[in-house]
Nanobody, 123 residues
Framework: QVQLVESGGGLVQAGGSLRLSCAAS????????LGWFRQAPGQERAFVAT????????HYADSTKDRFTISTDNAKKTVYLQMNSLKPEDTAVYYC????????????????WGQGTQVTVSA
């Protein structure tokens, strides 16, 4: 199982930016699909973006594709989520997830999860 540790959350004003990081352990990084999900209070966990480190293929949720960018540093085994033009509705706990398979937008298909990092966007 892959171990994941997120960092980079915080409080930001609307229109601002944050970059989340997720460091992965283990030797399988290049075979992974890595995803970012978010969960607001009282809501289900929702897909944000996903990437395959091998080849760099990405896929985004419609609500984030024009503002967020997912990327990896394969040498550091780290996946990033650059979030620009943040809105109050982006407030949530953001989770990094991994699976040894193709890209997926479904949280139930990811067996490995980080602990989450809080992002709060003030109006």
């Amino acid at each position: 199982q892959v171990q994941l540790v997120e960092s980079g959350g915080g409080l930001v004003q609307a229109g601002g930016s944050l970059r989340l990081s997720c460091a992965a352990s283990g030797r399988t990084f290049m075979r992974l699909a890595l995803g970012w999900f978010r969960q607001a209070p009282g809501q289900e966990r929702a897909f944000v973006a996903t990437i395959a480190p091998l080849g760099g293929r990405t896929h985004y949720a419609d609500s984030t594709k024009d503002r967020f960018t997912i990327s990896t540093d394969n040498a550091k085994k780290t996946v990033y989520l650059q979030m620009n033009s943040l809105k109050p509705e982006d407030t949530a706990v953001y989770y990094c997830a991994a699976r040894e398979a193709s890209l997926s937008t479904l949280p139930g298909q990811y067996p490995s999860w980080g602990q989450g990092t809080q992002v709060t966007v003030s109006a």
